[in-house]
């Protein structure tokens, strides 16, 4: 069986997330969250583009 990665999968592969959350704790950027996690609203907007560009209209 031949297993491929979508192309959402490997665009979020391109991110390091030790590094984002590294970058995360030291300018404190959740501080004030109460909702979605800084990785979630980073992920966000990469898989509403990935599959609006890929839908018919």
Do not use: N, T, W
Not at 7 to 29: N, W
């Amino acid at each position: 069986m031949v297993r491929c990665a979508s192309l959402f999968r490997q665009l979020i592969a391109l991110f390091d997330r030790k590094e984002f959350y590294r970058l995360v704790i030291k300018h404190q950027a959740e501080r004030y969250v109460k909702g979605y996690s800084s990785c979630v609203q980073l992920v966000g907007p990469f898989y509403s583009d990935a599959f609006l560009s890929i839908s018919p209209s």
